[in-house]
């Protein structure tokens, strides 16, 4: 399963910081963030769970960020 956000992340260094809080929180997810991408694109990818999106959108809320569901 892949599901894709568009997000207002625009540095590297917040990215990182998003990603390792979704990694932590979600160990089974791959996930990368495409900061060339207009949409500053959030992707995640599992092949074992089905992808909680409702708590990627708040951890990235939390972490003083806005994610959408693409």
């Known amino acids: 399963?892949?599901?894709?956000?568009?997000?207002n992340i625009t540095t590297e260094g917040k990215a990182k910081k998003v990603l390792?809080?979704?990694?932590?929180?979600?160990?089974?997810?791959m996930v990368n963030f495409d900061l060339e991408d207009c949409d500053k694109i959030l992707r995640i990818e599992t092949h074992k769970t089905i992808i909680d999106t409702k708590s990627i959108i708040r951890l990235v809320n939390e972490m003083n960020g806005q994610a959408s569901l693409l």
């Open 20 to 29: 390792n809080q979704i990694q932590e929180a979600f160990p089974d997810y």
């Open 1 to 7: 399963m892949i599901e894709v956000f568009a997000t």
